[in-house]
């Protein structure tokens, strides 16, 4: 998880500076993860790997924003009012296409905006307005491997099944469906 946020963040510094025709000083760059339920301690680990990477490239204003609830709506003004406030780069944690929006209205006032961990690839491999990166992985994909590792592995048993998942987002709802359907066919 590291590594992938520090390489979002590696990216996201990255596409920014080559718009600009004069020397590039990440100091003068404010950047940010935005985020809802900001306590939640796997958010938290996110949020200290963001903050590590960027002082690590140089970047001595980066923060974190958002809210300490899960109100989607304050989370996204929280990103809208970064901008406002000047900022360059945005890391928005948004798990629907409720965040549409603002990732239109965030990128109209500069700020280049990458999404990491949830896809938000389109049907039409198109990304929403104002996305600059999205860093996910395919939930189909690993949906599918997940449930064809347990149907072998669980071959010839009986019993029942009980899937769970973290919270209800496009990564989550995919991967679950995926699942489900490749166990169902599975043994059929």
Same mark, same amino acid.
């Given at each position: 998880?590291?590594?992938?946020?520090?390489?979002?963040?590696?990216?996201?510094?990255?596409l920014?500076?080559?718009?600009?025709?004069?020397?590039?000083?990440?100091?003068?760059?404010?950047?940010?993860i935005c985020?809802?339920?900001?306590?939640?301690?796997?958010?938290?680990?996110?949020?200290?790997?963001?903050?590590k990477?960027?002082?690590?490239?140089?970047?001595?204003n980066?923060?974190?924003i958002?809210t300490?609830?899960?109100?989607?709506?304050?989370?996204y003004?929280?990103?809208?009012?970064?901008?406002?406030? !000047?900022?360059?780069?945005?890391?928005?944690?948004?798990? $629907?296409? *409720?965040?549409? /929006?603002?990732? %239109?209205?965030?990128a +109209?006032?500069?700020?280049?905006? !990458?999404?990491?961990?949830?896809?938000?690839?389109?049907? $039409?491999? *198109?990304?929403? /307005?104002?996305l %600059?990166?999205n860093? +996910?992985?395919?939930?189909v994909?690993?949906?599918?491997?997940?449930?064809?590792?347990?149907a072998?592995?669980?071959s010839?048993?009986?019993?029942?099944?009980?899937?769970?998942?973290?919270?209800?987002?496009?990564?989550?709802?995919?991967?679950?469906?995926?699942?489900?359907?490749?166990?169902?066919?599975?043994?059929?």
């Amino acid at each position: 998880m590291k590594k992938i946020l520090a390489l979002a963040l590696t990216l996201l510094l990255m596409l920014a500076p080559m718009a600009m025709a004069e020397q590039f000083n990440p100091a003068d760059y404010p950047v940010a993860i935005c985020m809802g339920n900001m306590n939640h301690p796997v958010h938290r680990i996110v949020q200290l790997g963001f903050l590590k990477a960027a002082a690590a490239l140089g970047y001595t204003n980066a923060k974190v924003i958002g809210t300490e609830g899960s109100d989607e709506s304050k989370t996204y003004a929280a990103a809208e009012a970064f901008a406002a406030e !000047g900022g360059k780069g945005l890391l928005l944690w948004a798990g $629907d296409s *409720s965040c549409y /929006e603002t990732l %239109a209205n965030v990128a +109209a006032q500069g700020v280049t905006v !990458g999404i990491p961990h949830f896809r938000h690839q389109q049907e $039409d491999n *198109s990304y929403p /307005e104002g996305l %600059a990166f999205n860093m +996910a992985c395919d939930p189909v994909l690993y949906g599918k491997q997940v449930a064809e590792l347990m149907a072998e592995k669980l071959s010839g048993k009986t019993g029942s099944l009980a899937l769970t998942q973290n919270t209800k987002n496009v990564t989550e709802n995919t991967a679950a469906k995926s699942f489900v359907d490749t166990l169902a066919t599975s043994t059929t």
